[in-house]
């Protein structure tokens, strides 16, 4: 039992830290958000239909058409939460986008409470609400100039679009319990060259190796491995643990971005991005107001 929390740490630390890393690849790739987003269903397609063959997963007996349907449903959520973060990155920055992103546990809550049943606890609606002063503090703030390209507030919105879409997909996942989640991911990422596909400029495609290399990466290492990964921790370690070890990823994602392309932080984001991780934490770890206003105190 210990080998297998200590093994699935180990899967989930290396998933939140690809994760983290994706904003420097798309940035640095240098293609519309669109071409990258299609680049990397594709490639992941490719990877996820190699990992599911060598797992047997390949067999229509596995999903019903209505468990289809609503993978399919997933998959445009999650294509749609792509393209709205990465573009969010050159509005907000990575640190911030990323940041701003993690409030997707609350937009969850939500979603659980209208399609679900799930009731909203006065401790929910607690981090909820710090959650939110998190996020005031963050719209408030100045960025550094030569930070950002556009609109703060719209890189804002484009990050709160993204958290509302994955939360939509999680949502899907939740519907397909017991489903084998590389199937559903392998359907999600078909899902998104259907969708992206029309809209690709094939005849500007990327002219240097370098360009390809970053793509493929995305595709093979941030959602073909990662996705492996991922579900392989999740399968393996208790849920708090799981919640504790995603914080990696807004972390490695600030990291990237300070070390990478010079961002940092202004003192009242850094303020507003630690109330909404500390939020968020919160809810995923089940921590009481009590005990966190204790905590303050002493």
């Known amino acids: 039992m210990q080998s297998e929390i200590k093994r699935g740490s180990a899967e989930m630390t290396a998933a939140m830290l690809i994760s983290g890393s994706i904003g420097w690849f798309v940035v640095m790739s240098g293609q519309p958000v669109g071409n990258v987003v299609f680049w990397r269903c594709l490639f992941g397609a490719i990877t996820l239909l190699v990992i599911c063959a060598v797992l047997g997963l390949l067999n229509p007996r596995l999903l019903s058409l209505k468990s289809f349907g609503i993978a399919v449903f997933g998959g445009?959520?999650?294509?749609?939460n792509w393209l709205l973060l990465f573009a969010s990155y050159s509005h907000a920055s990575i640190s911030i986008a990323t940041t701003v992103y993690n409030t997707q546990p609350f937009m969850l809550l939500a979603l659980g409470a209208a399609f679900l049943g799930e009731k909203i606890t006065g401790t929910k609606?607690?981090?909820?609400?710090l959650a939110f002063a998190g996020m005031m503090a963050i719209v408030e703030a100045k960025p550094d100039s030569g930070v950002v390209t556009g609109s703060y507030g719209l890189g804002i919105a484009l990050a709160l679009g993204a958290a509302f879409f994955y939360a939509l997909a999680a949502l899907a996942a939740k519907w397909l319990k017991g489903t084998p989640p590389h199937l559903i991911a392998l359907i999600q990422v078909s899902?998104?060259?259907?969708?992206?596909a029309p809209f690709v400029d094939f005849s500007a495609?990327?002219?240097t190796s370098g360009t390809w290399s970053q793509l493929v990466t995305m595709g093979v290492f941030h959602t073909g491995l990662?996705?492996?990964l991922l579900y392989g921790a999740i399968q393996k370690l208790p849920t708090h643990l799981t919640g504790a070890l995603s914080f990696i990823y807004p972390i490695a994602a600030i990291a990237v971005d300070r070390i990478a392309f010079g961002h940092a932080l202004q003192p009242l984001q850094v303020i507003g991005?630690?109330?909404i991780l500390l939020a968020a934490a919160g809810m995923n770890l089940g921590w009481t107001p009590g005990r966190f206003l204790r905590a303050v105190r002493s």
Do not use: E
């Not at 609606?125 to 609400?129: A, D, E, H, S, V």
């Open 76 to 80: 445009v959520a999650i294509v749609l």
């Open 125 to 129: 609606l607690f981090w909820l609400g």
């Open 191 to 196: 899902t998104g060259i259907l969708m992206l």
């Open 205 to 207: 495609l990327p002219a």
């Open 226 to 228: 990662m996705y492996v």
């Open 273 to 275: 991005a630690a109330i």
